[in-house]
């Protein structure tokens, strides 16, 4: 059975500095997806990248990257140059090829200080 | 213009009673979904829908009934209303198709409070 674990509940990093919010995942699907969101205090979900398994590269988008390794089962999310607008709690998911939900971990609550 | 959109944002009702939470969405897509998500912001699927079929039930309570009069539109129907069910309902759409283009996009929640 398809799972996700998020070991840090919080994480609080000063303005400007790289943050790494840990994931590890289970699954014995040779074909998933693995996808992060961020939820401000507002609510919503917000989707920020997207890393399938068979991706031979690390999966960017602007100040995001995923730090994938494969054999070690982890999903890290990075943030480059960390603002105040990245306080919020960011979760991991993980989606099986032929599956169709989501399974999500429990959370990491980031806050940035300035 | 709101991808996808959710109706109410706060829902506050009293226990034993019936409510309906309405989601549409105007991307086009053909799949739709519930989640809950729990005071601990446990998130967790409970029902999807592709083109009006459900294909996942998550062995949900039979008091909550999801309706898709069409492809845009999923609508959650709760009855009887319980203090345990207090907490905020996600709508999401996706298209069905490989994992690369299944990207879940969600609408802003439902606060649902039971009292």
């Known amino acids: 059975a398809q799972k996700i674990t998020q070991t840090q509940p919080g994480m609080f990093v000063q303005e400007k500095e790289a943050v790494t919010l840990d994931c590890t995942y289970d699954?014995?699907?040779?074909?998933?997806?693995l996808f992060w969101y961020k939820q401000p205090s507002s609510g919503e979900m917000i989707f920020l990248i997207y890393q399938g398994s068979y991706d031979q590269q690390n999966a960017t988008e602007g100040r995001y990257s995923l730090n994938f390794q494969k054999a070690r089962k982890s999903a890290n999310l990075v943030i480059s140059a960390s603002q105040l607008g990245d306080s919020a709690m960011y979760f991991c998911?993980?989606?099986?090829?032929?599956?169709?939900?989501?399974?999500f971990g429990q959370g990491t609550r980031l806050t940035i200080n300035p | 213009d709101t991808a996808v959109s959710q109706t109410p944002k706060y829902l506050v009702t009293q226990m034993g009673n019936d409510k309906s939470i309405k989601c549409e969405q105007n991307l086009g897509h053909d799949t739709m979904y519930w989640y809950k998500q729990d005071s601990k912001k446990f998130l967790k699927i409970m029902f999807s829908?592709?083109?009006?079929?459900?294909?996942i039930n998550e062995t949900v309570p039979n008091r909550f009934s999801p309706k898709s009069p069409d492809k845009a539109h999923l609508n959650l129907h709760i009855n009887s209303l319980e203090l345990g069910d207090s907490a905020v309902y996600f709508c999401?759409?996706?298209?069905?198709?490989?994992?690369?283009?299944?990207?879940?996009?969600f609408g802003a929640g439902t606060r649902l409070s039971v009292l």
């Open positions: 999401a759409s996706s298209q069905l198709a490989g994992l690369a283009k299944n990207i879940q996009y």
């Open positions: 998911a993980m989606r099986e090829e032929g599956a169709q939900k989501l399974v």
């Open positions: 829908y592709n083109n009006k079929e459900l294909i």
């Open positions: 699954t014995s699907d040779p074909s998933y997806g």
